[in-house]
């Protein structure tokens, strides 16, 4: 069976029985990204993104976003295939909270990943850390800013003479400084199909299914995506 026909039946069997007790939704998300290769080993990713909930219906969130990356010990690292990369960044986000109320969020970013090829497959391991600090004239908020700490497991399948490439991921998200604990409230399966258009462009279609933990009211979120990146 062909592996992204059988990622995504498993993705629609997981719903049902992972989110009987909770609240369900659908939503859409598209975005436009575009790297740049600043200086020897430093890459600059720009993006921006808009996303549809209740069934796709509803604007709920825009997300601009900037990320500055080093690859640092390239020699060392090329003969073992791996490479290591660390960054930080900033995005802006316009959001809808409870009240459906809009608000904005500026939210800094610390990330390290490190991957391996073991051709045709590329295993990723990345930890983020990220705080959001949210408007205080939308609403009051128990927490502000809210910090996470975010554990993201990634492998690709990509054959050098195609242009398709197909991902899978699972995230883990911690929230900390909280007073009640640190604890994981969500979770994020994500299988995507990336189509290399040339040298530079790509499209890549892709489905999430997050699922929040630990929370009051938990809700499951099923969002398709297209993206495409120059």
């Not at 009051?140 to 809210?146: D, I, K, V, W």
């Not at 994500?190 to 009051?216: F, N």
Request: glycine share 4%.
């Amino acid at each position: 069976m062909n592996p992204l026909r059988s990622s995504l039946l498993l993705l629609a069997l997981l719903l049902p029985l992972s989110a009987a007790a909770q609240q369900r939704d659908f939503g859409t998300e598209y975005s436009l990204s575009a790297s740049f290769k600043i200086a020897k080993g430093w890459k600059l990713d720009l993006s921006e993104e808009i996303r549809l909930t209740d069934n796709s219906s509803r604007y709920t969130r825009s997300e601009s976003s900037l990320m500055l990356q080093y690859s640092p010990l390239r020699r060392q690292l090329k003969p073992c295939n791996m490479r290591w990369r660390i960054g930080a960044g900033y995005a802006f986000l316009n959001k809808q909270n409870s009240q459906l109320r809009f608000y904005c969020q500026h939210r800094f970013v610390l990330q390290s990943s490190l991957s391996r090829d073991f051709d045709p497959f590329r295993l990723t391991l990345r930890l983020r850390w990220q705080s959001s600090y949210r408007n205080p004239a939308a609403g009051s908020y128990r927490l502000n800013p809210q910090n996470y700490l975010r554990l993201r497991a990634a492998v690709r399948f990509g054959q050098p003479d195609s242009p398709w490439s197909f991902d899978l991921s699972d995230e883990c998200l911690c929230r900390t400084g909280d007073p009640k604990g640190n604890f994981i409230d969500e979770n994020r399966l994500i299988l995507s199909a990336s189509r290399q258009l040339d040298r530079t462009k790509s499209l890549t279609l892709s489905a999430r299914l997050s699922r929040e933990l630990q929370v009051k009211n938990p809700q499951t979120l099923l969002l398709l995506g297209l993206g495409l990146e120059l």
